[in-house]
């Protein structure tokens, strides 16, 4: 089997990228400079954001910004648009997660607290950043949104509500957000990625130490493909919905898993 990667061109292309000082978000807005994108980076990690640009170069511009803050999400598109002109695509890849056992119990005993972020933040920060994307897209007459979901939004897992919840909340929004702005040259689709390697699941999952460790191998036995995903192939993913490759997807949600749903454990 060939191991070519797919080439896009987005030069002159303006994205905006959402967490993307690390992680996901990181690999994603990396992907979209190395095909000749204009990249905005928005991340509340001043240090770590500031260092993807400088890594990146004179095509980046870094926006720090809470995005469960209605108001700091519309001053910071405005910035973007004072800074590249307009916004062409946005991948909604900012959220949280509890990585707390504390915060990994039943409805019975989960926090309000816990809940609260999940909902403030995954669900509430992405429609902010939807709804601000799209009123600049409607004026341009053309766009495209990819909101990163989670397969905790296509198939419940346990000691998760607030995740859960946030998480199919984004797939539904996407799903309607694409029925609303395709008439208007929009399209909106989600991706929901499985077990993904990052710092968080390291630490959670993939780690020596990690809080959950002892559950990665009993995890990595429900993935048909037998083990985690790379951040750089939930990327691939994300540029091929957002290119014109992809010009009559629209309102779907790509679950991007090594197959781990097909087999599902409610364990995880």
């Known amino acids: 089997m060939s191991n070519v990667k797919a080439s896009y061109d987005f030069t002159n292309k303006v994205v905006l990228v ?51 803050d209605p108001a700091q999400v519309t001053s910071t598109i405005e910035q973007i648009l004072a800074t590249f ?41 992405t429609f902010y950043c939807c709804k601000a994307a799209a009123q600049v897209m ?14 905790a939004g296509v198939i419940a897992l346990r000691l998760q509500s607030g995740f859960v919840a946030a998480k199919a909340g984004i797939v539904k929004l996407t799903a309607a957000m694409a029925c609303e702005l395709a008439p208007l040259g929009i399209r909106v689709n989600a991706v929901s990625p499985g077990s993904i390697l990052t710092d968080t699941t390291r630490s959670l999952f993939y780690g020596d130490n990690g809080s959950f460790s002892t559950f990665a191998e009993k995890l990595l036995s429900f993935i ?45």
């Open 18 to 68: 959402t967490g993307a000082a690390k992680g996901i978000g990181k690999s994603i807005a990396e992907k979209f400079y190395g095909f000749g994108a204009k990249v905005a980076i928005l991340d509340i990690l001043r240090e770590e954001g500031e260092a993807v640009i400088a890594a990146l170069g004179d095509r980046a511009a870094y926006s720090q910004c809470d995005i469960s």
């Open 138 to 151: 409607k004026r341009q007459g053309f766009g495209s949104i990819v909101n990163i979901a989670s397969v």
């Open 224 to 268: 048909p493909q037998g083990r985690p995903g790379e951040a750089e192939e939930i990327a691939d993913v994300v540029v091929f919905l957002s290119s014109e490759s992809a010009s009559y997807i629209n309102g779907q949600n790509l679950v991007v898993d090594g197959g781990w749903t097909c087999g599902f454990n409610r364990d995880f």
């Open 85 to 125: 002109g307009r916004i062409d695509i946005v991948i909604n890849n900012a959220g949280v997660n509890a990585t707390d056992k504390k915060d990994r119990v039943g409805i019975d005993m989960y926090p309000d607290e816990t809940w609260d972020r999940m909902i403030e933040v995954d669900l509430n920060g």
